[in-house]
């Protein structure tokens, strides 16, 4: 069974930096792409970032792109999410999520969920 465990989510002030945090259960953590959602209440999840298994090939939201970098430690099995320069409209919880198939912005692509971090960011 695999386990996602999101940290690092706070409050901080609008233009702040929180650096989020997805440990993975499991060996084969290297052989997996990952992905970060957000949601908020009443709206559909959302995608924000995605790293292939390689490293090679990242996607990112437009709305969070040159604001969000999405980074790797397969030593440590962590998929990471630094968010710099954050707005109120970034306030979400967020989610890691490991990918399965199909194309990687899509909920439906990614069959394990971590229980998503809280971050809230004042104007």
């Known amino acids: 069974q695999v386990q996602l465990v999101e940290s690092g989510g706070g409050r901080v002030q609008a233009g702040g930096s929180l650096r989020l945090s997805c440990a993975a259960s499991g060996s084969t953590f290297n052989s997996y792409s990952f992905g970060w959602f957000r949601q908020t209440p009443g709206k559909e999840r959302e995608f924000v970032a995605s790293m292939s298994a390689s490293s090679r090939t990242i996607y990112y939201a437009e709305s969070v792109k040159g604001r969000v970098t999405i980074s790797r430690d397969n030593a440590k099995n962590t998929v990471y999410l630094q968010m710099n320069s954050l707005k109120p409209e970034d306030t979400a919880v967020y989610y890691c999520?490991?990918?399965?198939?199909?194309?990687?912005?899509?909920?439906?692509?990614?069959?394990?969920w971590g229980q998503g971090t809280q971050v809230t960011v004042s104007s």
């Open positions: 999520a490991r990918y399965m198939t199909g194309g990687y912005s899509y909920t439906s692509s990614y069959n394990y």
